[in-house]
């Protein structure tokens, strides 16, 4: 299967309407196979409160001349979420609208990913499966996080200890509706991602781990390999 692109994460303080915040950011774009016969860029932000509660996202996507913006503002009361979604082009107004989901989490799909660094990877067992509910556009997409136990990542001279999940998320977008994605989560306390990879109806994107830094814990997941 040939790797329809690259992408970058970054995770560092910032500030949202003048108040601290934290930013998550994915940055994606085609690799040079495809980009002749599909080029698109993507980039996703999204900002946290200083407890981590997912504020407000943006996306940005540029699809071979195809240019779409995508933001949602999220609000909480009493265990529910509302979530105004709005998408619009340069010249035309696509989406304007609230939705509200009863209980559970809700991210955009960035945001997703985001939720297993909320969990205890001391009390993770193979078998056990996250929900949550995803916003797209007007729609509210179910996914799921399967935990599928411990794995090693080999990446350049550094081999990763991982938590490995597989990801089920039920959209035409994806080409699939089990297994859309895969996701690799770094075993120490930072709980930091190493690897993820989303297959496309072009191929799959991957991403790993370039660089981490300015850590709260020990890099411990990481061990170099000797030559």
């Not at 995770?11 to 915040?21: I, R, T, V, Y």
């Not at 107004?93 to 297993?116: C, E, N, P, Q, R």
């Not at 996080?145 to 089920?168: L, M, N, P, S």
């Given at each position: 299967?040939?790797?329809?692109?690259?992408?970058?994460?970054?995770?560092?303080?910032?500030?949202?309407?003048?108040?601290?915040?934290?930013?998550?950011?994915?940055?994606?774009?085609?690799?040079?196979?495809?980009?002749?016969?599909?080029?698109?860029?993507?980039?996703?932000?999204?900002?946290?409160?200083?407890?981590?509660?997912?504020?407000?996202s943006?996306?940005?996507?540029?699809?071979?001349?195809?240019?779409?913006?995508d933001?949602?503002?999220?609000?909480?009361?009493?265990?529910?979420?509302?979530?105004?979604?709005?998408?619009?082009?340069?010249?035309?107004?696509?989406?304007?609208?609230?939705?509200?989901?009863?209980?559970?989490?809700?991210?955009?799909?960035?945001?997703?990913?985001?939720?297993?660094?909320?969990?205890?990877?001391?009390?993770?067992?193979?078998?056990?499966?996250?929900?949550?509910?995803?916003?797209?556009?007007?729609?509210?997409?179910?996914?799921?996080f399967?935990?599928?136990?411990q794995?090693?990542?080999?990446?350049?001279?550094?081999?990763?200890?991982?938590?490995?999940?597989i990801?089920?998320?039920?959209?035409?977008?994806?080409?699939?509706?089990?297994?859309?994605?895969?996701?690799?989560?770094?075993?120490?306390?930072?709980?930091?991602?190493?690897?993820?990879?989303?297959?496309?109806?072009?191929?799959?994107?991957?991403?790993?781990?370039?660089?981490?830094?300015?850590?709260?814990?020990?890099?411990?997941?990481?061990?170099?390999?000797?030559?």
């Amino acid at each position: 299967m040939p790797r329809a692109g690259e992408a970058r994460f970054s995770f560092n303080k910032s500030d949202l309407q003048g108040q601290p915040a934290s930013l998550y950011r994915m940055i994606f774009h085609t690799a040079n196979i495809f980009e002749a016969v599909y080029k698109m860029r993507d980039t996703i932000n999204c900002y946290y409160n200083m407890d981590n509660t997912l504020l407000y996202s943006v996306k940005h996507t540029v699809e071979s001349g195809y240019d779409l913006t995508d933001k949602l503002s999220f609000s909480y009361y009493n265990e529910k979420s509302s979530v105004h979604s709005l998408r619009y082009t340069p010249t035309t107004k696509k989406i304007d609208t609230t939705l509200m989901v009863a209980s559970g989490y809700v991210f955009d799909m960035l945001g997703a990913t985001f939720l297993l660094r909320t969990i205890d990877r001391h009390k993770l067992q193979i078998g056990d499966v996250f929900l949550c509910t995803v916003i797209t556009g007007k729609d509210l997409i179910g996914t799921s996080f399967r935990y599928q136990g411990q794995a090693i990542v080999e990446r350049d001279q550094f081999k990763y200890r991982t938590h490995y999940y597989i990801i089920d998320i039920h959209d035409d977008a994806f080409s699939q509706s089990k297994a859309s994605a895969e996701l690799w989560i770094g075993d120490d306390d930072n709980y930091v991602p190493v690897k993820v990879r989303t297959k496309l109806k072009i191929g799959y994107a991957e991403v790993y781990l370039k660089s981490a830094d300015h850590l709260k814990y020990s890099f411990e997941c990481r061990v170099q390999v000797k030559k």
